[in-house]
């Protein structure tokens, strides 16, 4: 259906990796051939895919020439304008190399520390001079499984001295982009430090730019822990710390499965596309996923094409919701108000605080107020079910 195509306004976007995923597993080994990065944008482009994200390594490969970069920066450049494709995200891969094996910005040797915000530093030039608007930290090795070689504290205050490093230098480069930490509570080590949304936002406070560093909550990762996905994202908003988001899908409580958006989870990633829509969310709708294992190339573009049109569909789902007398009835009927109380409330004065203590309350009458909330889900799930 046209109404579900995808254009550029959508502003969709996919990592490199995504796409260029080869399906291998930690039992078993790659079932597709390498797909090349500067074919990987341009099949996205040709999709009306809005921008792509990459790691340092996805775009030039570990230890290339300064010939073979500089060959492969051109052709990205003139890829990103023939497809009219930007490049909406940069990160450094900190993770693969072994010597990340006990973390980069965590790890106890200085060496590695030093090394990582080298790594940092060399791709966030290259991440400014593509356009970048966000750069991403996924701290994939910072963490531990043997709690006696390393105290999460001492962890957290190299991590912090790592970040107050880059932001100084993001910001005497006079690099525009915003900075966006990425939680995960596992995987691949067996606790990584920064969990969750909430572990990031305390970190932020303690930085010494807390101005340019904000989150980058992925669905996957909030329902590996068990959590909801459209709490930790609502919170990172009210906050004004959403600097990114990490789309796809996750069954809780397992391994990171990076599914495609919209295959699990249907009533949560309802509520993800209403925050984002409802709030006229500026960054990207971005997919941060994996095509099946059992897939082929082109299965590949099914998994692309099939994320965005389940953005859409749901986002039209939203429209519904927001337009439905009944659904919008039984809100109304459940947020009372009483400006006068709420004054009292919303500002602190002894006397305020007097007069509330004086204030009669009838707790059983006010129990009896009735939710009609069996009412509101059931109508809810029969939108999405495409009944209503
Ligand atoms: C994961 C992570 C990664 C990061 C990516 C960007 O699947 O565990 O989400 O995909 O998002 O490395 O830094
Ligand atoms: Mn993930
Ligand atoms: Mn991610």
Redesign the pocket.
């Known amino acids: 259906m046209a109404a579900f195509t995808p254009k550029k306004e959508h502003r969709f976007s996919f990592g490199l990796w995504c796409t260029a995923n080869r399906g291998r597993d930690p039992f078993g080994e790659e079932t597709r051939d390498r797909l090349d990065p500067l074919t990987n944008i341009k099949e996205l482009g040709k999709r009306n895919v809005y921008g792509f994200n990459y790691h340092d390594d996805d775009l030039i490969p570990f230890g290339a020439s300064l010939q073979q970069r500089n060959k492969i920066i051109k052709e990205t450049k003139k890829i990103i304008k023939d497809y009219a494709i930007v490049c909406s995200m940069a990160t450094t891969n900190l993770f693969y190399h072994r010597v990340f094996k006990d973390g980069a910005f965590t790890s106890h040797d200085p060496h590695v520390r030093a090394y990582a915000l080298q790594k940092v530093m060399k791709n966030m030039e290259l991440g400014a001079e593509l356009g970048a608007k966000t750069y991403v930290f996924?701290g994939g090795r910072e963490g531990a499984e043997v709690d006696a070689a390393k105290t999460p504290g001492e962890a957290i205050k190299r991590y912090r001295e790592c970040m107050n490093f880059l932001c100084a230098h993001a910001r005497r480069q006079g690099y525009g982009f915003r900075f966006a930490i990425?939680p995960k509570p596992n995987e691949p080590r067996g606790d990584i430090f920064l969990a969750t949304a909430g572990h990031v936002l305390a970190f932020i406070e303690t930085l010494d730019d807390p101005e340019r560093v904000g989150v980058?909550p992925?669905i996957e990762?909030s329902r590996m822990a068990g959590l909801n996905t459209y709490h930790d994202f609502a919170q990172c908003m009210e906050a004004g710390k959403l600097y990114h988001v990490?789309l796809g899908a996750q069954k809780p409580n397992r391994f990171d499965q990076d599914l495609r958006f919209g295959s699990e989870d249907l009533k949560e990633t309802f509520f993800v596309v209403k925050l984002l829509e409802d709030h006229g969310w500026a960054g990207t709708r971005n997919f941060?996923e994996h095509p099946y294992r059992s897939e082929n190339e082109q299965g590949v573009w099914d998994f692309v094409e099939g994320s965005m049109r389940s953005y859409l569909i749901l986002w039209e789902k939203v429209k519904r919701f927001n337009a439905d007398k009944k659904i919008q009835q039984i809100l109304k009927s459940v947020h009372n108000s009483d400006p006068a109380l709420e004054l009292l409330m919303g500002r602190y004065t002894p006397e305020g605080a007097e007069k509330l203590k004086r204030h009669s309350f009838d707790p059983m009458a006010l129990s009896k107020k009735r939710l009609p909330y069996e009412e509101l889900d059931q109508r809810l799930q029969e939108l999405l079910l495409g009944v209503a």
């Open positions: 996924w990425e980058n992925e990762h990490d941060d």
